[in-house]
């Protein structure tokens, strides 16, 4: 019998450390981009570090997740997005343990830089949940057993869809939309039933007569603790929301992100972090810092800065790093005093287009670029400094994965793991 539990603890033991260095969602188990893993390779190559490589079908943005030694990533089929799917890869080898393929024969708009199944599936160790757009909301168990599926209706806007779900407790939380059509809802994890739903009205699928700007977003959401509660905070047009998780009512809202003249486009996340949050418009719009919390409108009382001047393009999301606040735009990368917005040191890459976001190790920041460069440079506020330049000399556009020192990059053309 002590044999026995001994094995047991063991086991267990054995099971806690494989799930350690997870990363389940889009940008991690926290959804800041942070990995405490000091492992990570420096430095990689089509021919240097590259552990496996699996191909893919199609291009595509989304990211993959890692959990209990399996990745999982979407990509659709064929480039008109009839055939999209969630595909399981064992981490060890890159070998395809299994593909779950939908169909959805309409026909759905979306821009040729952002091809079908841009969204990030997530997963809680157990199932794995994925939205396919208005084919809809489908949920997996780790044999790749459907479990449920949940019909949200149709989206459609001439730049696709791309936001990505995340699981907190027992539920689901997605960001719907972009469209005429746009709203936050919760699902119980285990049913797919639907708990709450908050709309977001003033959508539109693009610009015309009726809509004089382009409008949307793309953003995931974020649950965060603000004054000693969770919320959820999702960056809409022209503002903040936080919701209430039980409940979907909105707490709190803090606007001034845009519009400009011809945009109120979000790209990128809110990003908050003890008492400040940030949220940077993309396209061109404009961008807020605010203190979290409060109750109601709290543009006036809450707002610490709005910029000022015409931004630059943004598509990825920033992050915060011991107060600083760490963002890439299309020109380059910039480090800015989140209390302020004041730009402390702007780096700019000639030739390299960025839309995927960052993430970090102890120390170093990653970003990838269209042309398949991984740029590592040091989380340092005071100035610029390139630690590496790895190219694997396929376009990028999706975000980097950490899990147990590997790095797992998607192209548009495959899926890496890097791994000493």
Request: a neutral charge; one cysteine or more; hydrophobic letters at 35%.
């Amino acid at each position: 019998m002590r044999l026995c539990a001994f094995l047991f603890v063991t086991m267990v033991a054995a099971a806690t450390v494989s799930f350690a260095g997870d990363w389940p969602a889009f940008r991690g188990p926290d959804r800041d981009g942070k990995s405490s893993d000091t492992k990570v390779p420096l430095e990689w190559g089509k021919e240097k570090n590259v552990r496996w490589r699996a191909e893919l079908p199609q291009a595509g943005n989304s990211s993959p997740i890692i959990s209990a030694r399996k990745v999982f990533v979407t990509c659709a089929q064929d480039r008109k997005g009839v055939e999209r799917s969630l595909y399981c890869f064992d981490r060890a080898n890159g070998k395809q343990l299994w593909v779950q393929t939908v169909t959805w024969e309409p026909a759905d708009p979306t821009y040729p830089d952002n091809p079908y199944c841009a969204s990030t599936p997530a997963t809680d160790g157990e199932r794995v949940v994925v939205w396919h757009g208005s084919a809809g909301l489908f949920c997996y168990d780790f044999a790749g057993k459907e479990l449920w599926r949940t019909d949200l209706g149709v989206f459609r806007h001439i730049w696709g869809y791309a936001s990505s779900p995340i699981i907190h407790g027992d539920r689901v939380y997605l960001n719907c939309g972009p469209g005429t059509r746009s709203f936050v809802i919760a699902l119980d994890k285990t049913t797919g039933k639907i708990l709450w739903q908050t709309d977001e009205p003033g959508g539109a699928p693009d610009k015309d007569a009726q809509h004089p700007e382009w409008l949307g977003s793309w953003g995931t959401g974020l649950v965060t603790q603000v004054e000693g509660q969770d919320q959820l905070l999702v960056f809409q047009p022209y503002h903040v929301n936080a919701y209430d998780l039980a409940t979907g009512k909105i707490l709190w809202t803090c606007g001034g992100a845009g519009p400009l003249a011809y945009t109120d486009v979000v790209v990128g996340d809110v990003a908050g972090v003890g008492k400040i949050g940030i949220a940077l418009a993309g396209y061109g719009g404009k961008g807020i810092g605010f203190k979290l919390g409060g109750s109601g409108d709290t543009t006036a009382t809450h707002r610490l800065w709005q910029s000022t001047t015409k931004p630059p393009q943004r598509i990825g999301s920033g992050m915060f790093i011991d107060n600083h606040f760490f963002v890439v735009n299309e020109p380059g990368i910039e480090c800015i005093d989140p209390a302020t917005g004041k730009t402390l040191w702007n780096h700019r890459l000639a030739g390299e287009g960025i839309w995927s976001s960052l993430v970090s190790t102890p120390g170093r920041l990653y970003i990838s670029t269209h042309k398949g460069k991984t740029l590592v440079f040091a989380a340092d506020p005071k100035e610029w400094k390139l630690l590496a330049t790895n190219d694997l000399g396929e376009r990028i556009n999706a975000t980097p994965a950490i899990s147990d020192g590997q790095m797992f990059i998607r192209t548009w053309k495959a899926l890496y793991c890097i791994g000493e």
